[in-house]
């Protein structure tokens, strides 16, 4: 099973350099379970827009909330 996350703030490319495009509160991401290769810290979480699909990048923890359905 994929885990789904919902944005409780705003994640802008301003901010974090490594951020594809900005990502605002309240929308659906899944969390990304292949191979990261290292590039994702402990302060973040593996992310796609798509359940089991690439690309992946990593989103801060905290801006991130578990949706229980």
Do not use: Q
Request: one cysteine or more; aromatic letters at 14%; glycine letters at 8%.
């Amino acid at each position: 099973m994929v885990r789904k996350y919902i944005l409780i703030k705003d994640v802008l490319g301003k901010d974090y350099s490594w951020v594809p495009r900005d990502f605002l509160k309240g929308e659906i991401v899944y969390e990304y379970s292949g191979a990261t290769y290292g590039c994702i810290s402990a302060h973040g979480i593996a992310i796609t827009k798509k359940p089991r699909k690439e690309p992946f990048f990593e989103l801060p923890r905290d801006s991130l909330e578990l949706v229980v359905d």
